[in-house]
DNA sequence: TGATTTCTGTACCGTCTCGCACTAAATTGA
DNA sequence: TCAATTTAGTGCGAGACGGTACAGAAATCA
């Protein structure tokens, strides 16, 4: 098991401070996030959090990559669920219409489209890892749409991805669960 | 003419005073534009900002407003050169491209998607306000395609404003002019 | 010509923010 | 048992930030 180390043992989980980092940052993003915001909701002293974390723009670049990561993994389980472009389309589209409208503080959409997205003009980090993120996101979709049979599943799947950002910013908008839930299905029906 | 008023003229140009807050907030969003970047961007002192626009979050809601209101006039401009619902919505997108790649800093999108969205969840009048730009967009393009005899233009104008919200959220993201229009190209060719 | 009105510009203020210096605490290792 | 190491916690400082008070400037009006 794991080897014991010298010093003081910290009193933070790494992956719990870094859940709660995305929280926040997810809420009012990056500027608008304060670092005693931050510290106090991963419950630990600033300079613990610059000693874990970095500064803040590390901060939330890390959880901004960490955010691309598992919203990949959430693309691929949902489409897995389908058995053709349109059942797995309509599938990860509803997914999405759910996972955006949720938040302690009200719809929240998508950490990386609606948060790093008012960041990239002025600062070249956020702007390559949101890309990234985008590109993964569009890669994930087209390689499933690939596996079911689709004729051009590379621009299919940015189409897709396309209808899942305007749902993100549309739930953190404010728009209702079922006006987004008929578009979702309208865009399945119509994109596969 | 204009009736001259008592007092010391004001200095500065509303409308161009508007202008300079609109590119200061379309760069950096709300949080992240301090009001010393505003003032100077308006060739105006603070306290002259004040008495003019209101305080800092009334002056973004301001340059929303108008700024919604301006793009859905280059919704119904663009639109308008098409004579069917294909070429209408490849004309919306493409210009779409064209506008969201300009910017003086770099590629800066729309700005009540790519900016508006980070503040909506812990800013009301900022959600209510990028709700109602999001609402007219769509109106805007439903309004066209119903005139040009689309059988279902609600929900196909909230699609075409989905690849929008999209396309603009990855050019400011990066994405190069070649492959957003490509994918515009490929939107009007499924959507109408 | 002076009063009144409206605007500009400087200074100021209180709070926030970021980031760090330093001390104390909690562990392991010799 | 004490040194060494690693982390937590308090306090500090400089600057940023949002916003206002007030004096001066520039106009119109009586």
Redesign the pocket.
């Known amino acids: 098991m794991e ?10 989980d790494r992956d719990a401070a870094l859940a709660a980092l995305t929280n926040a940052f997810w809420d009012q993003g990056l500027a608008a ?6 510290a106090a909701a991963a419950g ?5 959090l ?3 974390f970095g ?3 590390a901060m939330y670049l890390d959880v901004l990559e960490r955010f691309g990561e598992q919203a990949c993994a959430n693309v691929r389980l949902a489409m897995a669920a389908g058995d053709t472009p349109r059942t797995a389309v309509t599938a990860l589209l509803r997914g999405g219409v759910k996972a955006y409208l949720a938040g302690p503080n009200g719809p929240r959409g998508c950490l990386a489209v609606c948060t790093a997205t008012s960041e990239a003009v002025m600062t070249p980090a956020v702007r390559e890892a949101l890309q990234l993120v985008l590109r993964d996101l569009d890669a994930a979709v087209a390689e499933r749409l690939a596996e079911l049979g689709s004729p051009e599943p590379t621009l299919q799947g940015q189409l897709v991805a396309a209808v899942l950002h305007s749902l993100a910013v549309r739930a953190r908008a404010g728009a209702g669960e079922a006006e987004l839930l008929a578009m979702a299905d309208a865009a399945a029906a119509q994109l596969a």
Chains 1, 2 share one sequence.
């Open positions: 080897t014991r180390r010298r010093g003081r043992p910290p009193q933070y996030t304060s670092l005693d915001a931050l630990m002293n600033r300079p613990s610059y000693a874990a500064d803040k723009q």
